[in-house]
């Protein structure tokens, strides 16, 4: 049977019934993006950057080791064996004898009889049996929780040494140390650019908003530090902190030193911000409706050039962990015990151990992985919060 149309009360033809249809959508496309949070977007968007997605995922991975280097690395960063001075990397073996069990080879070593250099061989009778969540020296966690687990290390450290990127001079496992250095080189990064970042946006601000007198006097002492050339001036002011300061101490003022040169740049972006926007309709609507100028400036003038910051910002985090480095490397910045990518990098000036030992170099490695990925990272970022972009 088939449904007719009947005629209603009025002799109109009434529309047939043809039952429940589909259920509309609840928002088509374009509403999607209309009810989207900036957020949202900004995410949308930066998922398009494959480069990006994965220089990200890299930049987190490399703060993660910062954060849980003790847990991470198979021994402490002063761990030592003189005997194994410079020793070459091993590789790791899962299977020993047909059955698995994951190990490494220990070595065999000559003395030269005329220069008494060691010769260092993987010996594959020597069978050290490596393992996860081992138990090994005590450390903290996050500097306050006492565990004595670590990811990866043999299972007996008596047994031998597990040098998986090679040793130091000392006989200190190279892995390890550069984890434990992740930690000091990534923070000095991070808070130095978080002072960079507050010096540069409330004294870029206020040269942008104010003008006159008081951007004259920021503008001049930008110059002045610009003038300056870099590394000299980090020398000197780094050169002032007493020798005798603890390792902590002399990490938090090369924080600061850093920081101190570190913010014109970021200012003068600020600067050339607020000075183009302070006279658009919504800062004039702000300033009538009563706000107060640090309202105005860090409320509403602020969040509209947000995406420079972060081109900024992402940019600035490589600059400092390559200046830390370079201070470290030339002896002026931290010193030993600490452990950071410059302080390991000190040996790489003696041209007779790199010959002996390139792996040495491996702590540069990590320096420029880190920097190319947080510079993509900073790109993508920069362009998906670019609020005039097409």
């Known amino acids: ?120 061989e993987v010996d594959p009778d020597i069978v050290i049996p490596i393992g996860l969540f081992v138990e090994g020296p005590e450390y903290e966690i996050l500097g306050f929780i006492p565990w004595d687990r670590h990811l990866i290390g043999p299972t007996d450290y008596d047994a031998g040494p597990m040098y998986l990127l090679g040793a130091d001079a000392n006989g200190r496992d190279l892995l390890s140390r550069i984890m434990h250095g992740t930690t000091i080189s990534m923070s000095v990064g991070l808070v130095g650019v978080l002072l960079s970042l507050f010096l540069g946006v409330v004294l870029g ?102 995406s420079h910051i972060i081109a900024n910002l992402s940019l600035s985090i490589p600059t400092i962990i390559l200046a830390e480095t370079a201070l470290s490397f030339i002896g002026l910045g931290l010193q030993s015990p600490t452990v950071s990518w410059g302080v390991l990098l000190q040996e790489a000036q003696n041209i007779r151990a790199v010959s002996t030992a390139p792996w040495i170099l491996l702590p540069g490695v990590a320096v420029v992985i880190t920097v190319l990925a947080m510079n993509f990272f900073g790109d993508g970022l920069r362009d998906a919060a670019d609020p005039y972009k097409n």
């Open 205 to 306: 601000g206020l040269s942008g908003y104010l003008g006159g007198k008081v951007d004259t006097a920021i503008q001049r002492l930008i110059e002045f530090i610009i003038a300056i050339p870099t590394i000299p001036l980090w020398m000197a002011l780094f050169a002032a902190v007493p020798a005798s300061w603890s390792p902590v101490q002399r990490y938090l003022a090369l924080t600061v030193v850093i920081s101190l040169v570190g913010w014109v740049g970021m200012a003068r972006e600020v600067r050339g911000k607020f000075f183009a926007v302070r006279n658009e309709e919504y800062v004039s609507a702000a300033i009538a409706d009563g706000a107060s100028q640090s309202r105005v400036m860090f409320r509403h003038m602020l969040p509209s050039f947000t």
């Open 1 to 120: 049977m088939t449904n007719a149309p009947t005629p209603d009360a009025g002799g109109a033809l009434a529309k047939p019934d043809l039952g429940p249809g589909p259920e509309p959508t609840e928002s088509t496309g374009q509403d999607r993006l209309a009810l989207a949070s900036q957020s949202q977007l900004v995410w949308w968007s930066f998922k398009k950057h494959r480069l990006a997605l994965v220089c990200g995922v890299i930049t987190i991975a490399i703060y993660a080791i910062a954060i849980l280097a003790p847990f991470l690395a198979p021994y402490p960063s002063g761990h030592h064996n003189n005997e194994y001075t410079y020793a070459p990397p091993q590789s790791v073996h899962l299977f020993h004898e047909g059955t698995f069990r994951p190990h490494v080879n220990g070595y065999s070593f000559e003395q030269d009889p005329d220069t008494l250099a060691l010769t260092f």
